[in-house]
């Protein structure tokens, strides 16, 4: 590897060639400031912030400038600081500068720079561009009037996700993130993945809010309410605190939710052990009678939209099982309704989720039944720390707590739904089982961890060869899918998340601001706490859940029976046309 010489306000260092002067002054320890700049999605120097003095150019932006040999970096000259300080106050112009009631105060990049450049007054205050606030997405509202250019979204739509239904519209002043034609977000191709959301540095993009409404069913004595937070819930919360990301907060998430006033604390985990005795026989039975293949995981809301929407031609390669929340909601509104003679139509159902596309999710008709829907609420990871926080409570001072019984318990194949690779790891751990007719004690398919976007294998369960395969983020998604069709793949069955890293990095998980992600990916931090999660758990393969194997003994008979599939499955939407 080529290695470049330069020194950085007087420091030597030393890199490799095409690094950039950002990058070479990180590895340093100094920090230059950036907006626009997001590592691995966004690098196209049009904040002006990262400014520094090369020799040759008196203001380069570093975050586009590769080192060279002997080059003579300056960080943090009076003309650089004046420049960066007049580029923050000409975006503060144009800027609504509500941060007293914005949902991203405190973790705003644009407020955290202003104050770190110390910018004490807008010089420029003048004429502001108006926006209307879209609010028309079930997930997702935009609103520009804090929108400062920095173009990350369209490139977490488009490069990353190869979705691209958001994108520069206009000219100069006039120019602003818009959808094609003057359409509104909730009336195109978007799969309300979030994925804008997390890599948006301020409030001008963020979850539609569902608090109130969780509130007032809390408050109404004629609601039971139901909670259930996800895998990827509980080891990312304790960001919201302040506390180390990968931290695991499992009791103390249980607690918080009890002292918030639900009635029951449920586990989204339960119903992911369920997911899998649903789907693993679904696979089997598709390989056994000549099913369509690849089978394809459908825990993914994004992902169900991405193929509604892009390849319909893959709806029949779809599981037909409901994602894991949507299952708890129908049980609790069955089995758990019968059992403790309480109306379903009085129950409400709440899902706390990493995911801004289980909002859209919920309220799909088809998952719904005898007229009522499964899940009546979906708050994001980011939307229940902000309750917390509302009702008092010192999250990071509370006793670890266990979730409620008959629907609250869940194995750590369950947790590792959280991560990319996590669902078909829990599929083998019981497939494998079942066609082995024994407990096996390799369990962990560690070909299929980690944040590689398309990762491929072969196992061999019972002498027969099983090919799968895991692709996370719906751009890798589109490789894989464009394999199949060209007939150069032939799996068996796949797993897809419709977010990069799977929900760990859901777009409805607390914001990495991006000089954190410089340094840290989210993506492989908070999967290994997932992985430490399920290696901490006494049960580890979800057929070994007793409250599961209970489930079918008394309610539902043999997993995919005519009432499974009556309560759990579901059907799918060609959007392709819409
Ligand atoms: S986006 Fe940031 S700077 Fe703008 S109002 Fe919100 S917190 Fe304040
Ligand atoms: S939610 Fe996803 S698909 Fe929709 S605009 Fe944002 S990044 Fe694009
Ligand atoms: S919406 Fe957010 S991410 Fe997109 S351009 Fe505006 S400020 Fe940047």
């Not at 420091?11 to 490799?16: D, E, H, K, L, S």
């Not at 892009?310 to 390669?317: D, G, K, L």
């Not at 129950?347 to 309220?363: D, G, H, L, Q, R």
């Not at 309750?387 to 409570?393: D, N, T, V």
Request: proline fraction near 4%; charge should be neutral.
């Amino acid at each position: 590897m080529d290695l470049v010489s330069l020194t950085i306000d007087g420091i030597a260092v030393q890199v490799p060639a095409g690094t950039t002067v950002l990058e070479a002054a990180r590895s340093a320890g100094i920090q230059i400031p950036t907006l626009c700049y997001l590592k691995d999605v966004n690098q196209i120097g049009a904040c002006r912030m990262c400014l520094v003095d090369t020799g040759a150019r008196a203001l380069a932006a570093a975050c586009v400038m590769p080192v060279s040999e002997g080059m003579k970096v300056k960080t943090n000259t009076p003309a650089i600081r004046e420049a960066r300080k007049v580029n923050m106050e000409l975006l503060l112009s144009n800027h609504d500068r509500k941060c007293l009631t914005c949902v991203r105060s405190k973790n705003c990049e644009l407020q955290t720079l202003a104050e770190e450049l110390g910018v004490r007054d807008v010089r420029f205050d003048g004429y502001k561009t108006v926006h209307e606030i879209d609010n028309s997405s079930l997930s997702i509202v935009r609103d520009n009037n804090k929108c400062i250019q920095c173009r990350r979204c369209i490139a977490a739509c488009l490069g990353v996700q190869r979705i691209g239904v958001i994108g520069t519209v206009g000219r100069g002043f006039g120019t602003s993130i818009e959808c094609a034609f003057d359409q509104k977000l909730g009336d195109v191709g978007c799969i309300n993945c979030g994925q804008c959301i997390t890599a948006c540095p301020v409030g001008a993009l963020r979850e539609k809010d569902n608090t109130q409404e969780v509130w007032d069913a809390i408050a109404d004595p004629n609601k039971f309410v139901v909670v259930q937070p996800a895998p990827a819930v509980r080891v990312a919360l304790g960001e919201e605190f302040g506390m180390e990301m990968g931290t695991r907060v499992t009791g103390k998430l249980a607690a918080a939710l009890r002292r918030m006033g639900f009635d029951k604390i449920f586990d989204t985990n339960y119903a992911a052990d369920l997911t899998i005795m649903e789907e693993g026989t679904e696979l089997l039975g598709r390989i056994q009678n000549g099913g369509v293949l690849p089978m394809i995981t459908s825990c993914s809301p994004g992902w169900i939209k991405y193929v509604e929407t892009y390849y319909p031609e893959f709806i029949p390669n779809l599981s037909s099982c409901k994602s894991p929340h949507e299952m708890l909601g129908a049980v609790v509104k069955s089995y758990y309704a019968e059992k403790n003679n309480i109306d379903p139509k009085n129950i409400y159902v709440v899902s706390v989720m990493p995911c801004t596309a289980k909002k859209f999710e919920a309220k799909r008709p088809e998952l719904s039944n005898n007229g009522l829907a499964d899940v009546d609420a979906v708050i994001t990871t980011r939307e229940l720390a902000r309750m917390i926080k509302e009702a008092g409570i010192d999250f990071v001072s509370l006793p670890d707590e266990e979730f409620d019984p008959m629907l609250g318990e869940g194995t750590g194949a369950a947790v590792i739904f959280g991560a990319t690779g996590g669902v078909m790891e829990a599929a083998l751990r019981t497939v494998a089982d079942i066609l082995e007719g024994k407990d096996l004690d390799a369990i962990e398919y560690t070909a299929v961890r980690g944040i590689e976007g398309v990762k491929e294998a072969a196992v061999t369960v019972a002498g027969q060869e099983i090919k799968i395969a895991v692709a996370n983020g719906t751009g890798n998604a589109e490789k894989l899918l464009e394999k199949i069709k060209a007939g150069e793949a032939d799996y068996a069955f796949i797993e897809i998340m419709g977010c990069p890293g799977g929900c760990v990095t859901g777009g409805g998980q607390p914001i990495v601001p991006a000089r954190v992600r410089q340094v840290k990916d989210p993506r492989v931090v908070r999967a290994k706490a997932i992985y430490e999660e399920d290696a901490a758990l006494k049960l580890r393969k979800s057929h070994k859940n007793p409250s599961i194997q209970k489930l079918y003994d008394e309610y539902l008979g043999q997993p995919n029976s005519h009432k499974a599939h009556e309560l759990l499955h579901t059907t799918y939407v060609d959007r392709s046309k819409k």
